[in-house]
């Protein structure tokens, strides 16, 4: 008889690692999955061009370029316990024809995997160490509450380290397989030049063929997400009213935004950071994908936003610490859909041996940009910005239709932040060139 206690330690265990497997019996003993499949289907829309990942090339926007476009952005990895048999791991992922993805796409095994980081810089283009000051806001609300904001000061923080608090330790970033808890990891994109396209679909069935795991295949009856509906609107009190149009499988409504304002010589100043949240979180799971379980019990807490929401008024506050360039992300969090084989033993005696298991998540994001005092984020339902100019637009679909001469790096809030910090307003090389 497996005991509680040894089933709530192997739970724990499987969280830690990232291992995803269905909600089992309290008494039910299992073995496996030998393996684990994970697929992140989003919705980018907004200003600027958003890269897999949803990572925008801020550099780009600075410069006043991009426009607003609708993409789709979707992430698969495959992790198995055993190794691959007749040499060099393959795998491929075949897709319904509406994916617009060819015959299938191929997992690739890296040698080395590095995923977004929060690590500051070690400097900025001279090589000296970030200074000014991280001012850290928080709510919605005409005004920031009492204590706030929380000041960081660059100065005191080693080279190189994070400055503690700064991001959320309580929701970490849930990717799923990866190198470390696999025998054997295969991921997409890759180095193929393929990519979800804004016409693309998932609905219909999909296969996984590999030489180190099971065949898995499945039927998904959920497809990307709507894209965000936002508009910014600048009060005389200095704080934005942020409103947009609720959509279809949204379990919640997280935004966040940095800006700051231009020091001597042209340098950054203060670093303003600003989110949504009533409990002071920044960073980490919630700039990713969530699960419906996890975002409703991150409502509760008041950290993320309700389904019913549709407006939050960045405080003022907010608004007079950033008056050179604000940018900012609103992010609706999505269903999942998930499957087993085989299916649970009825007889819940039985040992279920589980072969492997998929998980598939949605998300949709929109963004927008004030720089100067102008506002370039009013994206309506299409993710075009009313007040950006459109001269660009036919310029980015010619360049949507090139074939990508590097694969797009992905850059978290941190690598945004660390940017900013070292004076370069997004860093050097956004687009991974």
């Not at 279920?352 to 927008?368: L, V």
Request: aromatic content about 6%.
């Amino acid at each position: 008889m497996i005991s509680r206690r040894l089933i709530a330690a192997s739970a724990g265990l499987a969280a830690a690692a990232g291992i995803s497997i269905p909600l089992l019996a309290a008494s039910q003993p299992t073995t496996g999955p030998i393996a684990r499949y994970d697929m992140r289907a989003g919705t980018s829309s907004g200003i600027g061009q958003m890269g897999q990942g949803g990572r925008p090339n801020m550099a780009r926007l600075m410069m006043g370029g991009g426009g607003s476009q609708l993409q789709h952005e979707l992430l698969l990895r495959l992790g198995s316990s055993r190794a691959p048999e007749n040499g060099k791991p393959k795998a491929e992922h075949f897709m319904p024809p509406g994916a617009r993805l060819g015959k299938s796409v191929e997992l690739v095994t890296p040698t080395i995997e590095r995923g977004p980081t929060d690590e500051l810089p070690s400097g900025g283009p001279r090589g000296e160490r970030p200074k000014g000051r991280i001012l850290l806001f928080w709510g919605c609300g005409e005004h920031a509450p009492k204590g706030q904001p929380v000041v960081i000061d660059l100065s005191k923080i080693g080279e190189g380290q994070i400055p503690p608090g700064l991001w959320t330790s309580t929701i970490p970033a849930d990717w799923g397989p990866n190198l470390a808890n696999s025998k054997t990891f295969g991921r997409w994109p890759a180095e193929d030049g393929k990519y979800a396209r804004p016409d693309s679909s998932l609905l219909g069935a999909h296969k996984i063929v590999s030489n180190y795991a099971p065949e898995i295949d499945f039927t998904l009856s959920k497809d990307f997400m709507a894209p965000l509906s936002l508009r910014s609107t600048k009060n005389p009190s200095a704080s934005t009213l942020l409103s947009w149009g609720a959509i279809a499988g949204a379990t919640g409504y997280y935004a966040h935004l940095y800006g700051g304002k231009r020091g001597p010589g042209g340098q950054m100043g203060d670093i303003v950071m600003w989110s949504s949240s009533e409990t002071r979180q920044f960073g980490g799971g919630l700039d990713d994908w969530l699960s419906p379980s996890r975002v409703a019990s991150l409502v509760r807490e008041r950290t993320v936003l309700t389904p019913a929401t549709t407006s939050c008024i960045v405080p003022a506050e907010v608004g007079l610490a950033t008056p050179d360039f604000r940018f900012g992300t609103l992010t609706a969090f999505g269903p999942e859909e998930n499957f087993a084989y085989p299916p649970r033993p009825a007889d819940a005696k039985q040992v279920w041996h589980i072969q492997w298991t998929a998980r598939i998540r949605h998300r949709s994001t929109t963004s927008w940009l004030e720089a100067g005092g102008m506002s370039m984020g009013t994206a309506d339902s299409q993710g075009f910005s009313e007040d950006a100019e459109d001269d660009g637009d036919q310029d980015d679909q010619a360049q949507q239709q090139e074939q990508p001469k590097c694969k797009p790096k992905k850059r978290g809030l941190g690598g945004l932040l660390g940017g900013a910090l070292s004076g370069t307003l997004g860093g050097s090389g956004d687009n991974g060139c």
